[in-house]
């Protein structure tokens, strides 16, 4: 048991530590980050720099590196956040944004802002409401059975299938030059980014902290069927539609400031929770983990074809594909 | 007898089909209520209802007197556990960390645990007898190990009465008599009103204090097994011809099913079989030695 002042939490050292390695792994991420790329910085300089002792790096490190950097451990972390809550509400550890559309929703209002000329300071905020539209027709149609988690998933399917081939037609009737941007932004890239992105998605977080901290609790009921929760005294749906509509918020987001990067939000919950060992993917620690995932797939990005920037969602693609094929194998033989 | 849980004028159904229509019952406290009747009778609809799994149509369901819709859901589960049919495991789940969700109802996210909290899930686990699994998966464990780690878990709700909606299915034989037993003690030893669906006749009778018959969404009679089961309640409710003798263990009624035209040419007891068929009269059958001493027998 942790006690701080009334606050009385099951206390168990294995999230912990993992929180922690991962917090450290994220720093030494960060760094390695930092260091790599032309000009060369070695680490000491990039620590020197970055505490402020004022080194001849100082531009490159702290004006060019940093913001893309702490844009992709911020996004990372609102994936991890983000795939948590849409999986546990899903009942399913393959579901992820893109999944239940609201990828799609904010491709499909980017697209078509990238494509019909609006100013470009445009493209976040109509792939924020894309994003929250899709989510909405999602909610109405899965949530007139109380949002169980099979009629969610289908509705989310079905959504995201919908603005994907809307998608499409916009794609072929717009300007080629445009189409090649749209098509950068669906699969999601850090590049030419920074602060601005990553205060609007912190913020965000820092706005949902206080749900999230409930979230983290409500979560560990999510795992039970609706009876044995209306049973000990809850309200599985409206817990549901809580916990849905907060992983959509941060999702929705964190899409619209960085594009749609597949997998982190699908991989981060479930190694974390087979990491700290537990029946439900850890908020935290997810978390950690998504932005450690992010900032080491940028890093790929930025470096593995240099000079050419590949889109981060490259990475994590290339990342996700093999994990899923990891999960199949592990569920076989699990079974037999 | 006071009545712990009630219901009036209870009118409850599901897309175009009305299932109870207008029921007014009573369920004594401190008793150990059982229901019975054939399938699709209402029974499990009744349960359910009861226990807010379901909202009715009209009418409402009083615990205490107060109506159950009207009270905050966290302050019911404080009172009325249940344990639905067929719950699902959480993959991986320990025993104890499933029994200690049935502290939920006095916990909130700033308060997760407290000691009170541990000594109920101590006390609920010594209870249903799974101390010994308590670092266990839940999955892992055989039926009648995980039906007693779910009652276990509406025990750690520490309620005043217990909903069960036919906590002996899918287990065998042993394992239904040792979850009835626990009941039994539940009640004998805590006083805690029970309220149970259950199949078997015969284990009705035996267990429960108080026995309620339905069919048709309505009750058919309700009251003590030795009162109300006989053979005509049983052609009645179940359209079954039986003959119902004394239990030779515990002295309560025993349902017989009448050899059918099929068993009688198996058998060759057609005679016998015939003549005793809808019989209500029971001094026909060998006298039998009382109920052992401490034997779980329905409440007199």
Same mark, same amino acid.
């Given at each position: ?63 060019? @590196? ?44 980017? $697209? &078509? ?14 792939? /924020? ?5 899709? =989510? ?27 603005? +994907? ?15 090649? +941007?749209? *098509?950068?932004?669906?699969?999601? $890239? ?86 700290? @060992? ?5 908020? %935290? ?7 450690? %995932? ?16 590949? !889109? ?12 899923? &094929? ?8 699990? @079974?037999? | ?23 007014? /019952? ?60 067929? !719950?699902?495991?959480?993959?991986? &789940? ?8 049935? +502290? ?15 000594? =109920?899930?101590?006390?609920?686990? @010594? ?12 999955? $892992? ?14 025990? #750690? ?50 267990? #429960? ?18 009162? &109300? ?46 003549? *005793?068929?809808?019989?209500?009269? $029971? ?18």
């Amino acid at each position: 048991m942790l006690r701080l002042g009334a606050v009385v939490v099951p206390f168990r050292w294995r999230p912990v530590v993992v929180a922690l390695v991962l917090f450290v792994l994220l720093c030494l991420a960060v760094v390695i980050s930092l260091s790599l790329g032309t000009p060369y910085v070695a680490p000491v300089d990039v620590v020197r720099s970055l505490s402020g002792a004022g080194t001849p790096y100082d531009l490159v490190v702290r004006d060019l @590196r940093l913001p893309r950097a702490v844009l992709a451990a911020v996004a990372g972390a609102a994936f991890g956040v983000a795939g948590t809550l849409i999986q546990s509400v899903a009942r399913n550890p393959l579901a992820s944004p893109d999944v239940i559309g609201v990828t799609q929703g904010a491709g499909l209002a980017a $697209t &078509i802002a990238l494509t019909s000329g609006a100013a470009a300071v445009l493209v976040a905020p109509a792939a /924020l409401l894309g994003g929250l539209a899709a =989510a909405v027709v999602v909610f109405a149609l899965g949530a007139r059975h109380g949002l169980a988690a099979q009629r969610f998933v289908l509705a989310g399917v079905a959504v995201a299938f919908a603005f +994907r081939a809307l998608i499409e037609v916009v794609m072929l009737t717009a300007d080629p030059i445009d189409g090649l +941007r749209a *098509q950068i932004w669906l699969i999601g $890239t850090l590049a030419g980014k920074g602060w601005s992105e990553a205060a609007w998605i912190a913020g965000t977080l820092a706005v949902l902290l206080p749900v999230l901290l409930w979230a983290g609790w409500a979560l560990r009921s999510s795992t039970l069927d609706d009876d044995t929760a209306r049973g000990i005294g809850l309200r599985p749906v409206a817990r549901r539609i809580g916990l849905a509509g907060t992983g959509v918020l941060a999702a929705a987001m964190v899409t619209a400031q960085v594009g749609a990067v597949d997998f982190v939000a699908l991989v981060a919950p479930q190694v974390a929770r087979r990491l700290v @060992r537990a029946e439900r993917p850890p908020l %935290l620690c997810a978390a950690l983990l998504g932005a450690l %995932l992010l900032v080491l797939a940028d890093l790929g990005a930025r470096r593995l074809l240099a000079p050419t920037q590949l !889109p981060a969602g490259v990475l994590t693609a290339a990342i996700g594909g093999p994990y899923l &094929i990891f999960v199949l194998l592990r569920t076989r033989g699990r @079974r037999s | 007898m006071t009545a712990l849980l009630s219901t009036r004028d209870l009118v409850v159904g599901y897309e175009g089909r009305t299932v109870l229509d207008g029921l007014d /019952l009573d369920l004594p406290a401190d008793t150990f209520t059982v229901i019975v009747g054939p399938n699709a009778c209402g029974k499990s609809t009744l349960l359910r209802t009861m226990a807010r799994l379901l909202t009715p149509r009209r009418g409402a369901v009083l615990l205490d007197g107060a109506a159950i819709r009207d009270l905050p859901t966290r302050d019911v589960a404080r009172r009325l556990g249940v344990l639905p049919q067929s !719950p699902l495991v959480p993959e991986g &789940i320990t025993v104890a960390d499933l029994v200690g969700r049935g +502290r939920q109802p006095y916990q909130r996210w700033w308060r997760q645990w407290s000691a009170e909290d541990g000594r =109920a899930v101590e006390e609920a686990m @010594r209870l249903a007898d799974v101390g010994a699994l308590a670092d266990r998966a839940v999955d $892992t464990l055989s039926g009648g190990q995980r039906q007693r780690v779910w009652i276990a878990m509406t025990l #750690a709700q520490d309620t005043d009465a217990l909903l069960l909606d036919e906590p002996t299915t899918f287990l065998d034989l042993a394992h239904q008599v040792e979850v009835l037993d626990l009941l039994h003690r539940l009640r004998a030893e805590r006083g805690r009103t029970v309220v149970a669906v259950l199949h078997d006749l015969n284990q009705a009778a035996r267990y #429960a204090g108080h026995l309620i018959a339905m069919r048709d969404g309505a009750v058919v009679a309700a009251g003590k097994p030795r009162e &109300i089961l006989t053979a005509d309640l049983v052609r009645d409710v179940f359209g079954l011809d039986c003959v119902v003798v004394p239990c030779p263990v515990s002295g309560a009624p025993l349902v017989v099913p009448a050899l059918t035209q099929t068993g009688s040419t198996q058998t060759g007891s057609t005679q016998a079989g015939r003549t *005793q068929t809808g019989s209500t009269q $029971t001094s026909a059958v060998p006298a039998v030695t009382p109920a052992p001493a401490g034997a779980p027998v329905g409440d007199a």
